[in-house]
């Protein structure tokens, strides 16, 4: 019995040693032809001059950033650099940054070459872009897939170092060099086209757009025309209401329990009931003298119990939805001094802007401040996570002569006011709108309307991975402002009013299935 054991014991081992003998060889040639294949494709990246003729001058470069896209279509046994081999749809493009700081940009295509530009980097963001540069991570000797390569390279010896990092899943100080550089290279995410469109109207501007109360219908207003309810599924407008409009519509509000909504247009706030879509009331300012204070933004609070309003006195109106008076004091959970404040839905904390345009995290129960989140700036969305425990806020910093910084995200525990993450869309410190936040119900992604700068106008409806901080996924096709983003119906859609007089909507739950696997694949190939 025991021999008959020990003969089958080794027929199972003869077997498992002549498949890995088999096995073995594969393995290793394998990984000799990612090596080769890797040494082979970033070879011209480490033999080039390290000076270049400049207007007839001859300068020494200190960093040079390309990223490649189009190159998916070039077969993997024949790969070779981009610098040698183009084919039609393949570009190159980035930056390289001279000694002395200055950026010049370039786009090479089967087209030919282009750059220019010329802004420099700062003395002191250029010394820290050398010790990033000094370390530079390892790349691992792999090739990323095509269509997501970063090449960066710096100066080491007489040669350069190159190194090759994926665009979907660069380290940490790659982003930074990206964002010291200046270079414009953002990082690569799956990007998500509308499940449907259609026009809806024709004005460019002034336009706004919400979910109906009920929200099965998408409540639109263009131009000074009257509101619309759009049945989605048939593309049809099911009920027009018409409404006093002396001046355009340029936002629209609903209270928690869809009876009111508030209808902002220049400098006014009109108040209808749902049920009938009836006028209930105007709100605005008395002219004094030549003056009279806007107002705008009209949000409930949570609980229904006030209509809040900002006025550009600055000063924060508060008005009772039971008698539509308005209160001569703030609530006492509201600090004296807010001039925009917005409650957390469940908890008692709130996040609120003071006159001296301090942002703040506020204790409503205590009736306390807990942090300090940042000064000089305006608030522009808040939203508080699901479970209440992080909030996001875009602001925007005021700059000398009164003008307004581009925006920026950040995420901070409600506990104690602790800065989780700065997000940073299109990889820039600073961006040119915001025009949207809010969570998906799992609380693991934030949505984030987003536009790069002056030379874009497109939007992008960004995801961010709130625990990691890192941009993973975006909602396209909106070439212009935003006039409204929600969850529509089961929560499943994401729709938004564009200001090309289009509807969008978006399969909303497919994208975060696909951005959660895109994660997991970016965790599988390490």
């Given at each position: 019995m025991i021999r008959k054991v020990f003969i089958s014991a080794l027929i199972v081992l003869g077997v498992f040693l002549s498949v890995a003998l088999i096995e073995w060889p594969n393995a290793v040639l394998h990984h000799g032809l990612s090596r080769a294949q890797y040494e082979n494709w970033v070879r011209p990246y480490t033999s080039r001059p390290l000076t270049l003729n400049f207007r007839g001058e001859e300068v020494r470069l200190r960093l040079i950033i390309t990223a490649i896209e189009g190159d998916e279509e070039i077969s993997s046994q024949r790969e070779t650099s981009i610098l040698a081999k183009l084919n039609d749809r393949t570009v190159a493009y980035g930056c390289q940054i001279f000694a002395d700081g200055r950026i010049s940009y370039f786009h090479r295509s089967s087209m030919g070459v282009s750059g220019g530009g010329y802004p420099t980097v700062p003395e002191g963001e250029l010394e820290r872009m050398d010790e990033l540069l000094t370390n530079l991570p390892d790349d691992g000797a792999r090739l990323p897939p095509a269509g997501r390569r970063l090449v960066v390279q710096a100066p080491d010896g007489d040669r350069w170092r190159a190194r090759v990092y994926d665009r979907a899943d660069a380290p940490t100080e790659i982003l930074e060099i990206l964002r010291l550089s200046r270079s414009g290279i953002r990082s690569w995410v799956p990007q998500f086209q509308p499940a449907?469109?259609?026009?809806?109207?024709?004005?460019?501007?002034?336009?706004?757009?919400?979910?109906?109360?009920?929200?099965?219908?998408?409540?639109?207003?263009?131009?000074?025309?009257?509101?619309?309810?759009?049945?989605?599924?048939?593309?049809e407008v099911v009920k027009e209401i018409s409404t006093p409009h002396y001046t355009s519509v340029s936002g629209l509000s609903l209270s928690p329990d869809g009876a009111f909504a508030a209808i902002q247009r220049w400098g006014d706030v009109q108040l209808l009931e749902t049920k009938t879509w009836r006028r209930v009331?105007?709100?605005?300012?008395?002219?004094?003298?030549?003056?009279?204070?806007?107002?705008?933004?009209?949000?409930?609070?949570?609980?229904?119990?006030?209509?809040?309003?900002?006025?550009?006195?600055?000063?924060?109106?508060?008005?009772?939805?039971?008698?539509?008076?308005?209160?001569?004091?703030?609530?006492?959970?509201?600090?004296?001094?807010?001039?925009?404040?917005?409650?957390?839905?469940?908890?008692?904390?709130?996040?609120?802007?003071?006159?001296?345009?301090?942002?703040t995290l506020w204790d409503a129960d205590q009736r306390r401040e807990i942090a300090k989140l940042d000064d000089n700036v305006r608030l522009d969305h808040c939203a508080f996570s699901?479970?209440?425990?992080?909030?996001?806020?875009?602001?925007?910093?005021?700059?000398?002569?009164?003008?307004?910084?581009?925006?920026?995200?950040?995420?901070?525990?409600?506990?104690?006011?602790?800065?989780?993450?700065?997000?940073?869309?299109?990889?820039?410190?600073?961006?040119?709108?915001?025009?949207?936040?809010?969570?998906?119900?799992?609380?693991?992604?934030?949505?984030?309307?987003?536009?790069?700068?002056?030379?874009?106008?497109?939007?992008?409806?960004?995801?961010?991975?709130?625990?990691?901080?890192?941009?993973?996924?975006?909602?396209?096709?909106?070439?212009?402002?935003?006039?409204?983003?929600?969850?529509?119906?089961?929560?499943?859609?994401?729709?938004?009013?564009?200001?090309?007089?289009?509807?969008?909507?978006?399969?909303?739950?497919?994208?975060?299935?696909?951005?959660?696997?895109?994660?997991?694949?970016?965790?599988?190939?390490?």
């Open positions: 449907s469109e259609w026009a809806a109207n024709y004005s460019h501007s002034d336009v706004a757009l919400c979910i109906s109360p009920d929200g099965k219908q998408i409540i639109e207003s263009s131009g000074q025309g009257p509101l619309r309810f759009w049945d989605p599924e048939k593309r009331q105007d709100f605005s300012e008395p002219i004094i003298g030549r003056r009279r204070n806007l107002l705008s933004h009209p949000e409930f609070t949570t609980d229904g119990r006030f209509l809040l309003l900002r006025s550009s006195e600055p000063a924060l109106l508060v008005y009772d939805t039971k008698t539509w008076k308005r209160r001569q004091k703030l609530p006492d959970d509201m600090p004296r001094d807010a001039v925009d404040y917005v409650p957390a839905p469940t908890t008692k904390r709130a996040v609120y802007l003071s006159k001296n345009n301090v942002l699901p479970d209440e425990s992080l909030v996001a806020v875009a602001t925007a910093q005021k700059v000398s002569g009164g003008y307004w910084r581009p925006y920026r995200i950040r995420i901070w525990r409600t506990e104690d006011g602790t800065l989780t993450h700065e997000l940073r869309p299109f990889e820039r410190d600073i961006y040119e709108a915001a025009e949207g936040l809010f969570w998906w119900p799992d609380g693991v992604y934030l949505l984030a309307a987003t536009k790069a700068d002056n030379f874009f106008t497109s939007r992008g409806v960004d995801v961010w991975n709130v625990k990691s901080g890192r941009h993973r996924g975006e909602f396209i096709g909106c070439p212009t402002n935003l006039t409204g983003l929600g969850l529509f119906g089961d929560g499943r859609r994401l729709v938004s009013g564009c200001a090309d007089g289009r509807i969008r909507i978006w399969d909303a739950e497919s994208a975060i299935k696909q951005t959660a696997e895109f994660e997991r694949s970016l965790v599988e190939t390490k």
